[in-house]
């Protein structure tokens, strides 16, 4: 199937590793031109290359902060600049740090509204006006589904992603006219980093090890296992595409 991805041009946030450098790779192998971005400098030029060596596709590498206001701006000016348009925005970041209710300071709230929901909102409102000028667009908002199972002692995540999805229904509501499509997208368990560093965590908490802890969650699934990055970047792609 021809997905209609060649000649677009996408966005992709905390692409340096995980599911957003997966994406990234998905979206490059479709035909995509794509600007990827991490605070990492190193460590997102190496992602890109390696898109680039695995697509022969065009590809940005940007160092920014999502949690700063300024660099929304910014990785979206420079990808119009060095590709003229901007048709897909993929926003992502990596999940705020695991604690329970009562462990949470009031500084950590605000660093996770900043990193999960202000980061969403920010760059969705540099990338928009040139969706609504070419009238197409994508808006993909990488959440997770503990906004419909929260997840143990993932207190910051399970609050805040749940207020990414309120974003984005709105946002489809009020960007449709437009020709503008907008997907929260709701992982489960997927090996990355991040998962692992919940597991570690649950070990520490436990008394037990990490490999003790997959197994709890990999007896859960059907397939017994978790899912792999790839697996996710495949259905993000297609409700990037003309497909969707």
Known sequence: MDLGLKGKIALVAGASKGLGKAVALG?????????????????????????????????????????????????????????????????????????????????????????????????????????????????????????????????????????????????ALELGKDNILVNSVLPGWTMTERVDQIMRDRAQRGNTDARAQYAVIEKEIPLGRMATPEEFSNVVTFLASERA
Not at 47 to 71: F, M, S, W
Not at 85 to 95: D, F, P, Q, S
Not at 122 to 148: D, E, F, N, T
């Open 27 to 171: 979206l490059a192998r479709e035909g995509a031109s794509v600007a990827i971005f991490s605070r990492d400098a190193t460590r997102i030029e190496s992602a890109a290359q390696e898109i680039r060596t695995a697509t022969g596709a065009p590809v940005l590498a940007i160092a920014a902060d999502v949690t700063n206001a300024g660099d929304a701006q910014r990785v979206v000016d420079e990808t119009v600049k060095r590709f003229g348009a901007l048709h897909i925005l993929v926003t992502n970041a990596g999940g705020p740090p695991p604690g329970a209710f009562v462990a949470l300071t009031e500084e950590q709230w605000h660093n996770a509204v900043e990193l999960t929901l202000m980061s969403a909102v920010r760059l969705s409102r540099a990338a928009i006006p040139h969706m609504q000028k070419q009238k197409w667009g994508r808006l993909l908002h990488i959440c997770s589904y503990s906004v419909k199972h929260p997840i143990e002692n993932l207190m910051l995540s399970n609050s805040i992603r749940s207020a990414v999805v309120g974003l984005s229904k709105t946002q």
